[in-house]
Structures are given as structure tokens and as C-alpha cells.
């Protein structure tokens, strides 16, 4: 096959696929006796891999189980496939439990406290979130979160609203870059105070999205499958 009639079947360019073959992602090109690169079905099932893969694996994953693959080690292939999917679901479990606990508090009325609010450290804050100071103090530098400065010792201090980004923001960590990843960060982002109703309405979203980003990723490994069984390291 020439590269243009693979570019057309998936929608790529040419120069995307020879970017792919530069990087090493599919195996090199055969050539024609004019020295045109051909391809075969074997580059196909590749680069559909590589195309079905990235929107829910990302294209760091994908990149690394195509590599595998070209080393016939299909089993660190599927590993690290599994380490993504349990990923996924990790976040899944914590926006399911972040969507419970908004939907309780605006079922119960609960509201930020007048007055002097409760306030953690970053440190507290990792602790109580599983989420690591870096990924805290990032999001701070992104404009995502914000802290107060505690006026002692000038540490990192978060009231219950940052604490409520925070867990919702951990809920998304590992999903692949999107413009509906960027559109949810955002909304996070300009959360009110007490809007809790917001709150939960981001929850129920994030909840969707990693839902389609399990969709995705059963894709993606169809066409692992599809490319595993055409080198016979499946069955």
C-alpha cells in the first residue's frame, strides 16, 4: 500500500505517518524499486493501533505497547495497558465518591461555615486527599487552586472550598489531555465559594468523561488485539 492510500483509510496525513516511522512506532517502510515507501497490512494494524490507542491510553502508552510489540513482547505490552486501565479506575472510584458526597451535602443543605473556616496544610491536604504535594502545589501554579499563607510561618494553607477543587481535581489526574479535560479543569477552576450544586454538577461530569475514557481505551484494545493476533502473538 502507499502511504497515501493508509493516510486516507485513517484520516492521518502522510507526514504523520512518516513521523511515526521516524520515531520508531511502526516498523521501517519497504520500499519500491523507484525508492517510494510501501507499506503493508502489517503497517496498517500498526498504525491503527497507534490512532485507536492514544485517545483513551494517551500516546505515551500507546507509543510504549507498540514498541513491545515490535520486540514480540506482547505480555509488557498488556501490562502496561492493565497499569493505565487501573489508573482509570482509581479515578473513577474517587469522582464516584466525590459525586456522593456533593449530592449528600446539597441534599443535607450544608453550606461553608461563617466565620473562621477550618484550614490545612498542603501537608494535611496530601494526607487526606491521597493526592501528592506536587500535584497540589502545580495545580496552584496553573491557577486552578488557590492558598493562603498561614501569617506565622508563611506555609501553604487551604479552607474547605480549596479542599473541594482539590478532591475534584484528584478525580482527573490521569485522564489524556482533551479539550472536555480542559473545558472541566476550568469550571473547577471558577468555582464558587458555596456552590455546592456547582460542585456536584463538575462531579457528575468528570464521573461521564472517565466513563468515555473506558469506552475509548476498549477500543484502543481491540486494535492491540487486532495487531497482536496479525503477528501471531495472540490467539
Known amino acids: ?33 523507484g525508492g517510494h515507501r510501501m507499506y503493508t497490512e502489517e503497517h496498517l ?31 509488557s ?11 482509570l479506575h482509581h479515578d473513577k472510584q474517587q469522582a464516584g465518591r466525590n459525586l456522593q458526597m456533593l449530592e449528600d451535602q446539597v441534599r443535607n443543605g450544608a453550606e461553608e461555615a461563617n466565620g473562621v473556616q477550618e484550614r490545612k496544610t498542603i501537608g494535611e491536604v496530601s494526607a487526606a486527599t491521597l493526592i501528592a504535594g506536587s500535584a497540589i502545589r502545580y495545580w496552584e501554579k496553573e491557577g486552578l487552586i488557590a492558598s493562603s499563607r498561614d501569617p506565622h510561618n508563611g506555609y501553604r494553607i487551604f479552607g474547605r472550598s480549596q479542599l473541594r477543587k482539590i478532591t475534584l481535581l484528584g478525580a482527573l489526574r490521569n ?20 456552590d455546592l450544586e456547582g460542585a456536584r454538577e463538575i462531579a457528575g461530569k468528570s464521573l461521564a468523561y472517565l466513563d468515555r475514557m473506558s469506552e ?20
Open 1 to 33: 500500500m502507499r502511504p497515501i492510500d493508509i493516510a486516507e483509510k485513517l484520516n492521518l496525513s502522510t507526514s504523520a505517518l512518516r513521523n511515526y516511522e521516524a520515531k520508531g512506532l511502526v516498523p521501517p517502510a519497504l520500499r519500491s524499486a
Open 45 to 75: 494494524a500498526y498504525f491503527e493501533c497507534l490512532q485507536a490507542m492514544s485517545p483513551g491510553f494517551g500516546m505515551e502508552v500507546a507509543s510504549e505497547v507498540v514498541k513491545h510489540v515490535q520486540l514480540r513482547d506482547a505480555s
Open 77 to 87: 505490552a498488556r501490562w502496561c495497558i492493565t497499569v493505565s486501565q487501573a489508573q
Open 175 to 194: 485522564a489524556i489531555y482533551s479539550p472536555e479535560l480542559v473545558s472541566l479543569k476550568q469550571a473547577i477552576s471558577r468555582l464558587d465559594l458555596n
Open 216 to 235: 475509548e481505551q476498549f477500543r484502543g484494545m481491540f486494535f492491540f488485539g487486532k495487531l497482536c493476533r496479525l503477528l501471531s502473538l495472540m490467539k
